[in-house]
């Protein structure tokens, strides 16, 4: 199993970013896929999911309206896009599939960094 995570993002505040996780090694559609971060110093905050078997999201109640998550079964491929970033959202980002209840395995993480 693998999750491999696109690469490092900066942006301005008030821009967009969307990270993709492209996942390898298991049935895709089987298993739901978190996405959580840990901005620098902090420890891990959950974010939400997805099930790529039919699109269904749940989202942390912080981030309802401003994170969308999404999943390409062609590719499989699942994508998170935060809008009206601010300087709190530097973080690294990281995708993980959802085993019953823990994360089994984990992308490597994405570094978005806002700063004008």
């Known amino acids: 199993v693998q999750l491999v995570q696109s690469g490092a993002e900066l942006r301005n505040p008030g821009a967009s970013v969307k990270v993709s996780c492209k996942a390898s090694?298991?049935?895709?559609?089987?298993?739901?896929i978190d996405w959580v971060r840990q901005a620098p110093g902090h420890g891990l905050e959950w974010m939400g999911r997805i099930d790529p078997g039919d699109g269904g999201t749940l989202y942390q109640q912080k981030f309802q309206g401003r994170v969308t998550f999404t999943a390409d079964t062609s590719t499989s491929t699942v994508y998170v896009e935060l809008s009206g970033l601010r300087s709190e959202d530097t973080s690294v980002y990281f995708c993980a599939r959802s085993e019953e209840s823990s994360l089994d395995y984990w992308g490597q993480g994405i570094q978005v960094t806002v700063s004008s």
């Open positions: 090694g298991y049935t895709f559609t089987n298993y739901y």
